[in-house]
């Protein structure tokens, strides 16, 4: 059984038109994200980085540097997290849109008429908010059961309006899971929420 991001990945991409291919990799700038306080003592040095995008003027953080840039993505920026252990996420910024308000909105409609379609393993949420920057978003979430009785997938497509650019930023994130305990199923869905939320509230 094909993931979910396959199935949607196609009408997403058409959707919300106006997917460029992949950007240099000289985009993906590595840097420290935030400063660590005077007297405290890290117990584990942070890896996170910042990817860059000066032709589409976002910028958004990666968790880690586990997580790798794939400048051979025909999306507008990809990233990859791949470990011997724990479980793949991948992560896309599949369109950046010059639209209105009206058109923003339009995302939640679109997402429940594909999300709602496909068979999932619970209802598919939606959330809408604000991002660490001030930016509005909106998200829907789904999980779908994988080819194996323990396989899952964990898709979130989100939309962030940066306002004061008159842009939206349009985001695909997949976890696939693979623990066939519901302990540590419960602890990749954590995962995978973290990671896909970190991301999500960094654009800007």
Not at 6 to 33: H, R
Not at 142 to 154: A, D, L, M, R
Not at 157 to 177: H, M, N, P, W
Not at 190 to 203: P, T
Request: net charge neutral; with cysteine.
């Amino acid at each position: 059984m094909k993931s979910i991001f396959t199935l949607l990945s196609v009408p997403f991409l058409m959707a919300v038109s106006g997917c460029t291919p992949a950007e240099p990799s000289a985009e993906s700038t590595p840097s420290t994200p935030t400063e660590i306080a005077a007297g405290t003592k890290p117990v584990v040095p942070s890896t996170a980085w910042i990817y860059r995008s000066e032709n589409h003027g976002f910028s958004l953080e990666l968790p880690s540097s586990d997580w790798k840039h794939n400048p051979k993505s025909k999306q507008v920026a990809e990233f990859w997290r791949r470990m011997n252990i724990g479980s793949p996420m991948m992560m896309g910024v599949s369109s950046v849109k010059q639209e209105t308000e009206e058109q923003f909105r339009a995302f939640f409609p679109l997402m429940r008429g594909i999300v709602e379609a496909e068979h999932c393993l619970v209802e598919p949420t939606f959330q809408e908010g604000k991002t660490n920057s001030g930016n509005k978003f909106l998200s829907a979430t789904t999980i779908e059961k994988g080819s194996s009785g323990s396989q899952f997938f964990y898709v979130v497509l989100s939309a962030v309006r940066l306002e004061d650019k008159k842009k939206t930023i349009y985001l695909i994130f997949e976890g696939q899971g693979k623990m066939q305990s519901k302990t540590f199923q419960s602890f990749e869905y954590e995962a995978f929420e973290r990671a896909e939320k970190g991301i999500r509230l960094s654009v800007k």
